[in-house]
């Protein structure tokens, strides 16, 4: 057999309920602005000067990227100095082991004439398996 039972709640003052209100708005708020800043990993140091790959680049932009993680490891691979017509000056990297806590980026070296020594012009299709 069920028994109900009543439970009276007493009345909040306007003053009361005014504070609860902020409080649970305060409370309620504090995430979104705790994440409300993006996280750059990277970024794209090129200038016209140091990609001559074509008459015009794109640069302060990192583009097609890709990305795959593993229990805390997360790695991405992406364009640096994106080429108009096809391609990038480099392929850029960005690497964290801690489940984005921190991360470590650069240019995989020896792929293109800007980044670190390589024989090609330009880098494309960027790729993590």
């Known amino acids: 057999m ?24 305060a409370l309620g708020l504090a995430p979104l602005q705790a ?23 794109n640069h302060q932009a990192i583009v097609e990227p890709d990305s795959f993680s593993n229990d805390s ?7 640096v100095g994106r080429i108009y017509d096809g391609g990038a000056c480099a392929t850029g990297f960005a690497t964290s082991t801690d489940n984005g806590a921190t991360w470590t980026s650069g240019l995989l070296p020896g792929l293109t004439k800007y980044a670190g020594g390589g024989t090609y012009d330009r880098a494309t299709d960027p790729a993590v398996a």
């Open 2 to 25: 069920l028994s109900k039972s009543i439970v009276r709640v007493p009345r909040a003052s306007v003053g009361t309920a005014g504070v609860i209100l902020a409080v649970v708005l």
């Open 73 to 79: 490891t997360i790695v991405a691979a992406y364009q």
């Open 35 to 57: 994440y409300s800043a993006p996280l750059q990993i990277a970024a794209d140091s090129y200038t016209q000067a140091t990609c001559k790959a074509s008459t015009t680049t």
